[in-house]
């Protein structure tokens, strides 16, 4: 199996003399999940840096109450999961500022599932843009 141009799932958003962007898409197809790969010459150091960034979400899926209670009234449903909701916002938003605070940082994962064909592009996309970048110092 060999690369392939257009590459799959690859996605070429700018080019500049010396620097080229990319974006690299999730197999889930979600852009939560979306790389966006920066390779750059810098002509000081003549050194070629990649950068490879995500936009970071909360953990959203967590709770500590449950939002979904089961009840027949709709107005006791409609209330519970509104205040549920409040709380588990608050409560998410309170650790993250606690983990700023006290220990300077958030802590994140962040994936990005690729098919073997995605892969394959992903590693010769970046080879192709450091050796572009690097020939225009």
């Given at each position: 199996m060999k690369s392939e141009t257009?590459?799959?799932?690859i996605m070429k958003k700018a080019e500049y003399s010396d620097a080229v962007w990319y974006e690299v898409e999730c197999e889930c197809g979600s852009k939560d999940h979306y790389h966006s790969i920066w390779v750059e010459a810098d002509p000081d150091t003549k050194s070629v840096s990649v950068s490879i960034a995500t936009e970071s979400k909360t953990d959203w899926w967590s709770t500590t109450v449950d939002q979904n209670p089961r009840v027949d009234n709709e107005m006791v449903y409609w209330i519970w999961s509104w205040a549920a909701h409040i709380l588990n916002?608050?409560?998410?938003?309170?650790?993250?500022?606690?983990?700023?605070?006290?220990?300077?940082?958030?802590?994140?994962?962040?994936?990005?599932?690729?098919?073997?064909?995605?892969?394959?592009?992903?590693a010769d996309t970046l080879h192709k843009a450091v050796k572009e970048v690097d020939k225009e110092r």
């Open positions: 257009p590459a799959t799932g916002e608050t409560v998410r938003r309170s650790r993250l500022i606690w983990n700023i605070l006290f220990r300077g940082y958030v802590k994140y994962d962040s994936y990005v599932i690729l098919n073997r064909q995605q892969a394959l592009n992903y």
